[in-house]
């Protein structure tokens, strides 16, 4: 069985979005998530926190600094990763669902680069090699634009 998901242009953004985030938490990559999502939705963030980890001898410092050392902190205990370090995408302790996301991810943002030309947000650029899944078991994803018919007017 097959689904269909009808998106506008805004609601692709957001998906890729979600399945980029969901596919960098499998990879280790908490650390680029979060600082991405910071720069995108809390511009404000330059704001001072008064620390309240004893082992920070600063008494205040940017919400951004600050949200880095907390996030590096939890990727040390989940994944055992040094800040900056992370699994590829396809390496065996990556969980399938999070490669999944990134084949789909990866398809969608080639189709929006295809049919909805260069987005400025997309500052990575798109892969333009032929749809690879990581699950070889699973079919490949397929986008397709769908041309939105002008309403008919009666007269």
């Known amino acids: 069985m097959k689904y269909r998901i009808e998106l506008d242009k805004k609601q692709l953004g957001v998906v890729i979005d979600a399945l980029e985030n969901y596919s960098r938490m499998g990879m280790g990559q908490l650390d680029v998530s979060v600082e991405e999502f910071i720069r995108k939705h809390r511009p404000a963030s330059d704001h001072f926190v ?60 080639k189709f929006r680069w295809d049919h909805l030309g260069k987005d400025a947000s997309d500052v990575r650029g798109v892969d333009a090699k032929t749809y690879l899944p990581a699950n070889p078991e699973w079919p490949p994803v397929s986008c397709e634009a769908v041309k939105q018919e002008e309403p008919r007017s009666s007269s």
């Open 50 to 109: 008064r620390m309240v980890s004893p082992r920070l001898l600063v008494p205040k410092m940017l919400v951004a600094e600050y949200t880095k050392l907390l996030v590096n902190d939890l990727k040390l205990v989940v994944w055992g990763h040094p800040p900056g370090g992370s699994y590829g995408i396809y390496h065996q302790d990556v969980p399938q669902p999070c490669r999944e996301a990134y084949d789909i991810q990866q398809a969608l943002r």
